[in-house]
Structure formats: structure tokens, C-alpha cells
């Protein structure tokens, strides 16, 4: 494994995808924190279906959020098939709304989602990992991890496409958010996968369309699809230790199977 200083070097992955108000996204999220919950959480009963999106200010301004639009997810570390040990720090970039005027809070510098969620310089001083929803007034009654140094540099981006069907938001409104994300990341020239999520629930017609989209000639073949399920625990790991193997060139590849093969091998 890559060492400097004898400390282990950390893949940092930004999991980004569609996020706004029910306006935007529809009734449901599109499973940026469930993908991440998985994937941080080693034990099944600390996986949670129900995460923070809608928030009291007092929230918002807490040590967890800390008046950002982004979570500190924490760090793990994964064996890929090979027996290479990854480092992984993971934050996920989503938009909360406040519970008083179901608009998005205003942060410091406001730029669209899209644009936004491409940075790859990320600083937040003192901000807490974020465990689960209920640690949000009662943090001290969880594990207090910072950010390191009030600071992550973005290595890679994970770009989740749901494939579910979700009331109130269209196939195409969905394509539309995620072309435009992808093409501000594509400007970061760090990897990224495309990331389908809910495939337990997914649609044959929606996993086309992300397919499609990585297969446009814009991004040359660069884009990588992964189909998971994070209830179902299928292909998380691989997504990430697949990103990670581009960001570090010189690793191996990973073998990826399509969902219904993956969900059969579990
Ligand atoms: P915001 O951050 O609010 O934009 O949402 P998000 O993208 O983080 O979505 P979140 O992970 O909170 O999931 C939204 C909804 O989708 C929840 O009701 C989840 O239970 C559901 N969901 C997430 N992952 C899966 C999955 O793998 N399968 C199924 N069937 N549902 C899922
Ligand atoms: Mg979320």
C-alpha cells in the first residue's frame, strides 16, 4: 500500500448525484446517503434507510452540518480482491432544506448544485463525521470524529443515478441533473463512476438511460458504471475500490459484475 510518512495515503471520494428540494428531486432522495452509509458502516445494524435532509437551523448550524451542504462520512479502509488494503474519506455533497421555508439554507458562497459539488478543495473547521440521524443536538453521546485538519482534497467523484421509480421526479429531469453534474466534474480531470443505486427496486428502462449516458461520446469512455443496491448490500464495496483503482493508476482492476450476477454471488 501507498505509505508516506509511514501513515497510509487515503483515497478521498466527493459522493455526489440529483439533490434539491421535492421540487428538484422528487419525494425521495436519489440514495447518496444510504450509498455512503453502507459503505462507512461495517456492521449491518449500524445501517440506517432514514437520513438527514430536512433540518431546524439549529441543525444546520451544528457541528455536524456546520452551515455547509456537505457530510463528513469519516474513514474506512477496504481489501480489494487482490488483498490491497484502500484508506477511504468520504464526504457526501447533497443540498439541505430548511424545515421552516422548505427552501435550500444559504451557505456562504451559493453556486449552483452542479457546480458546486465538483470542488475538489473542501474546508470546514471543527466539523463532526455525521453517524446517523439521531446524533444531530445529541452529539456527545456519539463518537466526536473531525474532519482532519478542517480540510479534504477530492481525489475522485462517485455520481449516483437512481433507477427507481420515484413520484414526482421524471427519468428525464433526473438525465438532465446528472449530465450537467457530470460534465463539471469531467472539468475536475479526476475519476469518476457512475454509480446506478436502488437496483432492487430498479428499472430496466432508468439502467439504459445511466448506459447511456457514460457511453456519451463527451466523456471518451471515461466514465465507469457500477449498478448497486445499498438495502441489499450489492456492489457498494466494488463501486469504491473501483474508483480508487483509478485515482492510484498503477493498482489493478477490479472485476465488475452487472447487479443480477452480483445480487446472486453475495
Ligand atoms: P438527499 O441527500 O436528501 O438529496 O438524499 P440522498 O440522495 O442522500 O438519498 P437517501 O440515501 O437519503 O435515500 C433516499 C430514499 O431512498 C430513502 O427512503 C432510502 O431508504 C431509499 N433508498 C436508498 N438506497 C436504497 C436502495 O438501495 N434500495 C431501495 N429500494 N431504496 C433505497
Ligand atoms: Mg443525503
Known amino acids: 500500500m501507498a505509505r508516506k510518512n509511514g501513515k497510509m495515503r487515503s483515497f478521498n471520494v466527493a459522493v455526489v448525484g440529483l439533490s434539491g428540494t421535492e421540487k428538484d428531486k422528487g419525494q425521495a432522495g436519489v440514495g447518496k446517503s444510504c450509498l455512503c452509509n453502507r459503505f462507512m458502516a461495517a456492521l449491518a445494524d449500524d445501517y440506517s434507510v432514514d437520513h438527514i435532509s430536512v433540518l431546524s437551523q439549529t441543525d444546520f448550524s451544528g457541528r455536524v452540518v456546520n452551515n455547509d451542504h456537505f457530510l463528513y462520512w469519516g474513514e474506512v479502509t477496504k481489501t480489494s480482491e487482490d488483498g490491497i488494503d484502500f484508506l477511504f474519506q468520504v464526504i457526501e455533497q447533497t443540498e439541505f432544506i430548511d424545515d421552516a421555508t422548505f427552501q435550500p439554507f444559504k451557505g456562504s458562497k451559493m453556486e449552483p448544485y452542479a457546480k458546486r459539488c465538483s470542488a475538489t478543495k473542501i474546508t470546514s473547521a471543527e466539523k463532526l463525521m455525521y453517524i446517523c440521524k439521531n446524533q444531530l443536538g445529541i452529539e456527545r453521546e456519539y463518537e466526536q470524529k473531525l474532519l482532519p485538519d478542517g480540510k479534504i482534497n477530492i481525489d475522485g467523484f462517485l455520481c449516483v443515478f437512481d433507477v427507481s421509480s420515484v413520484p414526482s421526479r421524471?427519468?428525464?429531469?433526473?438525465?438532465?441533473?446528472?449530465?450537467?453534474?457530470?460534465?463539471?466534474?469531467?472539468?475536475?480531470?479526476?475519476?469518476?463512476?457512475?454509480?446506478?443505486?436502488?437496483?432492487?427496486?430498479?428499472?430496466?428502462?432508468?439502467?439504459?438511460?445511466?448506459?447511456?449516458?457514460?457511453?456519451?461520446?463527451?466523456?471518451?469512455?471515461?466514465?465507469?458504471?457500477?449498478?448497486?443496491?445499498?438495502?441489499?448490500?450489492?456492489?457498494?464495496?466494488?463501486a469504491f475500490i473501483v474508483l480508487a483503482q483509478l485515482i492510484d493508476r498503477t493498482r489493478g482492476r477490479a472485476r465488475i459484475l452487472p447487479y443480477i450476477e452480483a445480487a446472486r454471488v453475495r
Not at 203 to 217: C, D, I
Open 170 to 238: 421524471t427519468i428525464e429531469k433526473q438525465v438532465e441533473a446528472v449530465s450537467g453534474i457530470l460534465n463539471n466534474l469531467m472539468k475536475t480531470k479526476k475519476p469518476i463512476v457512475l454509480v446506478t443505486t436502488k437496483n432492487d427496486d430498479g428499472n430496466e428502462t432508468y439502467v439504459k438511460e445511466a448506459e447511456k449516458l457514460v457511453s456519451k461520446k463527451e466523456y471518451k469512455g471515461g466514465i465507469m458504471l457500477v449498478e448497486t443496491s445499498a438495502h441489499e448490500n450489492v456492489n457498494v464495496d466494488i
